[in-house]
């Protein structure tokens, strides 16, 4: 254990050390005695233990001495130095017959206190025993070395870094109730020998799966794996109450059990701890009647059992304190520590001593370098002394000198080093006094720290520190564990000078931590972070579809190469076999199954090692599909079905996986849920079904497969056989007086079964009574109905027979009727011939019949020539035709036909030839009756004037206005061979004039001429007067108007009206004079007057008004009329009631009401949202006594908005707003269903969403 420097006081005499608790009294008498391992027991294996110098074991036995101590266990930098070599007894007495009452040890310091701390003596508990007057307490030093290398494992666990045993009593602050732990187990205190449980409580409620306990001793030992006889733990559930309970049972506990105990539980991301003490007590019994062997621990009972009893107390009583060790390995001791323990607390007689009046200090430290005198005091002055450093005797040198002063013996040690760190003795005859010293050596600095490294695998990592002192020794650890530096190791340790270096020549991911450098005066740390180098993926893996039986291949290639992996497949681990082979070669990994089969189908995945990394491929096992038809044994693949009848066709098929079936016919698919045609696909065979069998369900049906392997396809053809479809309409081409000739095409659907023949019916139009024609079947589709009546409308039909019936009728024939054609036309004679045209005309037959006359056909042909031409490609009703585009000087025949429903008749054809040569006729006027007077209309009406004329060739005609020509864009004129006709589309007065017509056919010229007038309406007279007013008469003179509008003026319409009213009343129509009289005025009235001038058209637009007034008065008497001024009662529009905000609820009727004032009445407009509402069937706008309301329909809630009612006249504008919600809304179909425009619906749907979010 450490000490400080001795201090010698003038006397040479040490300082007495007081305890605090005394007032001024000398403190109790202390004993201690300590023991060190030697360090053979370090280089054995055993509980190693750290010194400041290397101390050999002395030669000789040195007996257990007693030696006077007066000062407390000292503490140097804040830990417990070790005492190396030997065995101090400290001793304080008042004299030397005093009792001993009360012994002081030194308490072990925490195993990884860095910091300085005080560390003070502490009072053990007295002994059970009251007699015993003196207290022994045997411990091993504790130095810095860390307590898992001092500890020793028994045969069940060792204390671990548990509490020091001299530290049970001190109270342990426990943490506060967790989160997870309901019940945390508490401290507790068991005999030696006895049974303890400890009981952890979590509750389940909240957790989905059982959280994770842990128990430990210490800071670190994992209670689990020390699972035995003596230890046990136990978990179970309680279902009704959702708590997990954690026990962990201790039984016959023992001394070295005690210590601090920890429980961790751990969920996912939650954690909660809890720390609680175990205390052992001795059993209460004597110390004399202790079991020595119990104490003991032998790894094999049955060599416990060979061996023969040996009393180890005595031995160990005997030994000195550096031979414990060798003993504890003797004898199979584990537990030295509590053996040391109890070996205090037993009595012990001390030895008086009497050849030292004053003995050694049991330790001394001097500095390096510096000199240290030991002095003792002998009781008799003759005795030889000696003087030994770890058991040599020490020879008088310059380093050593020998003193004598009285009874004091003094050696000096001078320039100490670190060689002079030894245990030193003094004999003097039989009595013996040792002493250690320590030489305190200045404490090596980090000059340089280690830096931290980032790396990645297979690198080099050199840490590199820098001290203040060459050749000083240091301590490189790893997460503050010591790093091995063997020759194995992968640590290499080297050192230049000052500098300091770690070597990890090849580094893995294992060798990521802390690593710090320990110097005797600082540390120096820094994390080194070993990562996998990045992962690259040269060639991923590829999803692959393989045929069964076909080989597997699946590569991938990552960088770096060196990299193990495994495969995985559905999640399972693979492992190679016979036809499964896992190939890595350099970057490249490779898995190979030599025939594929339907189980190595699924997800492939391939994990290198160290990497989270994966890669991953789908590997599909397939099976191309196929139809087995061969096992239907249908002839040529046809199954043939009669109509009306439930048709179920099973089909046999294969394929992995399962194929997908479809089933079509043509090209439209068959689905699954069709009503009346369906298809239905199983594991093993596909069906079609059809519930009733038409004919339209003949035909070749394509079955298609499917799936990953390829695709297979069969046809299946099925036959539905039916009576035959009628057949079309028959057709009758030829029609004759009582006969007829039909014709049709066979049906376009034979049923499935060929045609045998036909069935032919007829019946009168007017009738609904068919007659059948033959009863033995018709093989053509030709017939000859016979035996009909002429002139009455017939039609016929067809039914056509197979082998399984009678088809229904075809539809009847166009109605028909017998008819026989005409005789041929009468009296054929030429009627005008050109050099182009020849016009013949004719009469019409003599015999008609029942067919009509449908027109006539005209023919010609060259004479000499037998090739006759149609002229007119159409029948002609007409009895006259002009044949037209033959050449000048040729001679033709012609012929005439009557043609009828029954055909043509014979023809009437012209006895002699026709020349074709124009014949000269002079001109012609022929002018209407109503034209040789004057033509008169009125203007703006339509003028058509047509006027015939005679001549050939075809005359000239020409017109002229007044003898000047006229203008086309006026007057429209159009000339043919035999008219002339001059149209007006809107006649005006400037239409009106002499229009001159010439007609001139080479010399030959005839004239006529054309008087058109034009009229309208006149004007107003030009002045009316008021001549004279007497009693009740008023008399009016006027002069006609200035324009009569082209007519003479046929009279005068005249008008009154009263000056307050201005309303007029006829009082005189179709007045021929230019003055007249107005009677029966009313006295007191003022009248105004006008008059109306009056023509053939009307009368005159316009009227002229006298400019005075003829105020009608009572004879001698006048009144005054009072001037005034009406009251103005013209206003701005002005709302009285605005618009009130209304809610309106979808599909009810609502309406918006206000009322304005305005004069003159305003205009009311109605808006939504600033969008004037027009025409809207949804909207209704009524306005009454200024109220105005805005019906809305059946509203929805796209309807909601702000609407606008504003009025408008000239004076001004105003209006007023509301805002209207609907409530209810609709879907999106059904304001599709309602006709609801696009972005009206969206717009609504916007707004919806926006206020259900507000609310």
């Known amino acids: 254990m450490p000490e400080p420097t001795k201090k010698d006081e003038p006397n040479g005499q040490p300082e007495e050390s007081v305890a605090p608790e005394s007032s001024g009294a000398p403190p109790p008498p202390e004993i201690s005695l300590e023991v060190s391992p030697p360090p053979e027991a370090v280089a054995e294996g055993k509980e190693p233990v750290e010194t400041d110098g290397k101390k050999p074991e002395s030669t000789e036995p040195v007996p257990v001495q007693a030696v006077v101590a007066q000062e407390p266990c000292p503490a140097v930098n804040g830990s417990i130095q070790p005492q190396p070599g030997g065995v101090g007894v400290k001793e304080q007495a008042e004299s030397a017959n005093s009792t001993l009452k009360e012994e002081g040890t030194c308490s072990p310091p925490p195993p ?24 022994l307490s045997v411990e091993l030093p504790n130095d810095s070395v860390p307590v898992p290398a001092m500890g020793r494992k028994d045969s069940v666990w060792s204390l671990g870094e548990g509490q020091a045993p001299d530290e049970l009593d001190k109270p342990v602050d426990n943490p506060p109730l967790s989160t997870l732990l309901i019940e945390r187990p508490l401290s507790g205190a068991v005999t030696v020998g006895g049974d303890i449980t400890f009981v952890a409580k979590v509750e389940a409620k909240d957790l989905l799966r059982k959280p994770t306990i842990k128990w430990f001793k210490g800071k670190w030992m994992d209670l689990a794996s020390k699972t035995g006889k003596h230890l046990q733990l136990k978990e179970t559930f309680d279902r009704l109450t959702k708590v997990h309970t954690f026990e962990m049972h201790i039984i016959k506990a023992k001394d070295n059990y005690a210590g601090n105990y920890r429980c961790e539980v751990n969920y996912k991301d939650k954690f909660d701890s809890c720390s609680f003490d175990l205390e052992v007590k001795e059993a209460e019994t004597g110390s004399q009647n202790i079991d020595i062997r119990s104490a003991f621990k032998r790894r094999e009972h049955k060599q416990q059992d060979d061996t023969p009893e040996v009393d180890v107390w005595e031995i160990l009583k005997n030994a000195r304190p550096d031979q414990y060790e060798k003993i504890a390995f003797m004898y199979g001791i584990t537990d030295l520590r509590g053996l040391l323990k109890r070996l205090k607390k037993m009595p012990k007689e001390e030895k008086k001593l009497e050849a030292f009046a004053k003995k050694l200090d049991p330790a001394y430290q001097v500095d390096k370098g510096g000199k240290i005198r030991l002095v003792v005091d002998l009781a008799d002055p003759t005795i030889e002394l000696k003087w030994y450093k770890n058991g040599q005797e020490i020879r008088p040198s310059p380093k050593y000198i020998f003193e004598h002063k009285g009874t004091q013996r003094i050696m000096v040690i001078n320039n100490c080093s670190a060689n002079d760190d030894a245990a030193y003795s003094v004999v003097a005859g039989d009595e013996k006094c040792s002493t250690e010293l320590f030489v305190k050596e200045l404490p090596v600095k980090i000059v340089k720290g280690i830096e931290p490294v980032k790396t990645t695998v297979n690198e080099r990592i050199e840490l590199e520190c820098e001290v203040s002192e060459e050749g000083a020794q240091v301590k490189w650890l790893k997460n503050g564990v010591e790093v091995p530096t063997g020759v194995r190791s992968r640590y290499r340790v080297k050192c230049e000078g000052t500098k300091h270096f770690l070597v990890i020549d090849d580094a893995s991911r294992d060798d990521t931590g802390t690593y710090s450098i320990m110097a005797s005066g600082g540390t120096s740390e820094a994390h080194i972070q070993v990562d996998l180098k990045p992962l690259k993926v040269y060639q991923d893996l590829q999803d692959m579809t393989v045929l069964l039986g076909q080989p597997i291949k699946l590569h991938c290639e990552i960088y770096p190469g060196n990299v193990p992996g495994r495969w995985y497949r559905n999640g399972q681990l693979i492992q190679p076999s016979d036809r499964l082979n896992i190939i890595h070669r350099n970057k490249v990994h490779r898995l190979e199954i030599a025939a594929s089969s339907l189980h190595d189908a699924g997800d492939y995945t391939f994990v290198p090692e160290g990497y989270s990394q994966s890669l991953s491929a789908k590997i599909h096992i397939i099976d191309p599909p196929r139809v087995l038809l061969d096992s239907l044994n249908f002839p040529d693949n046809t199954v043939t079905v009669v109509a009306g009848n439930k048709l179920r066709l099973e089909i046999p098929i294969s394929g992995e996986p399962a194929p997908r079936v479809v089933w079509m016919k043509g090209e439209r698919v068959i689905l699954e849920s069709g009503h009346r045609v369906h298809a239905e696909t199983y594991s093993d065979h596909t069906s079609l079904t059809i519930e009733v069998t038409e004919r339209e369900d003949t035909g070749n049906y394509k079955i298609v497969l499917q799936n990953e392997a390829g695709e297979a396809t069969a046809s299946v053809k099925i036959k539905v056989v039916d009576i035959p479809d009628p057949p079309e309409a028959p057709l009758v081409p030829v029609v004759g007086g009582d006969w007829c000739s039909m014709t049709w095409e066979p049906p376009k659907y034979d049923g499935g079964s060929p045609i045998l023949g036909y069935y032919i019916e007829r019946k009168k139009k007017q009738s609904s009574r068919w007659m059948r024609l033959n009863f033995d079947l018709i093989k053509e589709t030709t017939f000859e109905p016979k035996k009909m009546i002429e002139g009455v409308p017939y039609e016929v039909r067809i039914f056509a027979v197979n082998a399984i019936g009678v088809s229904k009728p075809s539809e009847p024939s166009k109605a028909f009727t017998p008819l026989a054609v005409t005789s041929e036309p009468t009296m054929l004679v030429v009627d005008d011939v050109t050099d182009t045209t020849v016009t013949v005309k004719w009469r019409p037959p003599e015999t008609i019949g029942a067919a009509g006359l449908d027109g006539y056909l005209v023919e010609y042909c060259v004479e000499g020539t037998n090739d006759w031409v149609i002229s007119n490609k159409e029948l002609t009703e007409k009895t006259r035709y002009t044949i037209t585009g033959l050449s000048p000087g040729c001679k033709i025949l012609v012929r005439v036909k009557a043609v009828n429903a029954a055909g043509a008749s014979a023809p009437r054809t012209l006895q002699h030839a026709i020349l074709v040569k124009e014949v000269v006729e002079p001109p012609k006027i022929r002018v209407p009756r109503h034209l040789k007077q004057t033509y008169t209309r009125k203007v703006g009406e339509t003028v058509n004037l047509v006027v015939p004329f005679m001549g050939k060739p075809r005359p000239k005609v020409t017109w002229l206005k007044d003898g000047n020509p006229i203008e086309p864009s006026q007057v429209s004129i159009r000339n043919t061979d035999c008219d002339s006709i001059i149209f007006i589309r809107k006649a005006e007065r400037s239409h009106s004039g002499k229009y001159d017509m010439t007609v001139q056919v080479e010399n030959h010229v005839d004239t006529a001429i054309l008087d058109i007038q034009i009229v309208d309406l006149p004007g107003p ?48 129509e179709h007045y021929h004079r230019n003055c007249i009289t107005i009677t029966e005025l009313v006295v007191g009235n003022e009248y105004f007057f006008r008059i109306f001038s009056e023509n053939m058209c009307g009368l005159s637009e316009t009227a002229t008004q006298t400019k005075k007034s003829a105020l009608i008065v009572k004879e001698g008497l006048q009144m005054k009329t009072q001037e005034y001024n009406d009251h103005d009662f013209k206003e701005a529009p002005k709302f009285t009631q605005p618009l009130i905000n209304t809610f309106a609820v979808a599909g009810y009727n609502t309406t918006l009401n206000c009322s304005v004032r305005a004069n003159p009445r305003p205009k009311v407009i109605w808006m939504k949202n600033k969008i004037t509402i027009i025409d809207d069937p949804r909207y209704r706008m009524f306005s009454s006594q200024g109220v105005c309301t805005l019906e809305i329909r059946k509203p929805s809630p796209y309807d909601g908005g702000m609407y606008t009612c504003k009025a408008i006249n000239e004076l001004g504008e105003a209006q007023v707003d509301c805002k209207l919600e609907v409530k209810g809304g609709f879907t999106f179909y059904e304001l599709m269903q309602r006709g609801v425009p696009l972005h009206l619906i969206d717009k609504y749907m916007t707004e919806s969403k926006v206020v259900e979010q507000e609310k």
């Open 112 to 135: 990884d206190d860095a910091k300085p701390a005080a560390t003070t003596s502490s009072p053990t508990p007295q002994p059970e025993d009251a007699s015993s007057t003196k207290k």
């Open 1021 to 1068: 007279p030009q002045c009316v007067n008021i001549e004279d007013v007497w009693g009740g008469n008023v008399a009016l003179v006027w002069t006609p108007p200035k324009d009569n509008g082209n007519a003479p003026i046929t009279g005068y319409t005249i008008q009154k009206a009263d000056k307050k009213t201005m309303e007029w009343f006829t009082c005189i």
